[in-house]
């Protein structure tokens, strides 16, 4: 059974960098591509990036690049979503998701979500 | 980017009725649609990939069509467990999209 916990939820101010962990168990790690989807209150879910199963290779959106880095340490079996220079916006739930199959990007499993605040 | 955009964006419903959500792309997708169920306070939940194929453990009752731009969800005697908002999602180049959400309230 596959299952995918989250870190806890952070606060952070404007400026700041947070981290955010996703251990996953129930499957090869390796196998599998994980992505990264925030949702800010009352919006749609806003895609972030991708690592993918095989060889960590990642892929980043546009409104992110230069301050997102998906990382993964596969002896953990768990993945780390970093992000920096936090502003208000950025306020959201983030989920890691795992891909439904090596060719599918569709995401078959979530996490229970991190609620990241950035106030001052 | 390739937009995604749903209608209608809310929509009341009886249990036993049948709906129909639809989504269209600003670009071809191929059959690369996903949909998603979501509860308030949870994530979401994958129904449909690939247009029409039924994730496992999903009810019968929904089902997904289409292809290339116009894409649609259908419910089939909608039930209590039901009511909840739907997203559809692009997955056939990055980045991913989302559509906006229809929110199924009962009526």
């Known amino acids: 059974q596959v299952h995918l916990v989250q870190s806890g939820a952070e606060v952070k101010k404007p400026g700041a960098s947070v981290k955010v962990s996703c251990k996953a168990s129930g499957y090869i790690f390796k196998n599998f591509g994980m992505q990264w989807v925030r949702q800010a209150p009352g919006q749609r879910p806003e895609w972030m990036g991708w690592i993918k199963g095989g060889n960590g290779d990642t892929k980043y959106a546009q409104n992110f690049q230069g301050r997102i880095t998906l990382t993964r340490d596969t002896s953990a079996n768990t993945a780390y979503m970093d992000l920096s220079s936090l502003r208000s916006e950025d306020t959201a739930v983030y989920y890691c998701t795992r891909t439904l199959g090596e060719f599918s990007r569709a995401s078959a499993y979530w996490g229970q979500g991190t609620l990241v605040t950035v106030s001052s | 980017d390739i937009q995604m955009t749903q209608s209608p964006s809310s929509l009341s419903a009886s249990v036993g009725d049948r709906v129909t959500i639809t989504c269209r792309a600003s670009q071809s997708v191929n059959i690369y649609l996903n949909w998603y169920q979501q509860k308030p306070g949870e994530a979401p939940k994958l129904l449909i990939y690939a247009a029409s194929s039924l994730q496992n453990g999903v009810p019968s009752r929904f089902s997904g069509s289409g292809s290339g731009t116009d894409f649609s969800l259908t419910i089939n005697s909608l039930q209590r467990d039901d009511f909840a908002t739907y997203f559809c999602?692009?997955?056939?180049?990055?980045?991913?999209?989302f559509g906006q959400g229809t929110r199924l309230d009962i009526k």
């Open positions: 999602q692009q997955t056939n180049s990055f980045p991913i999209t």
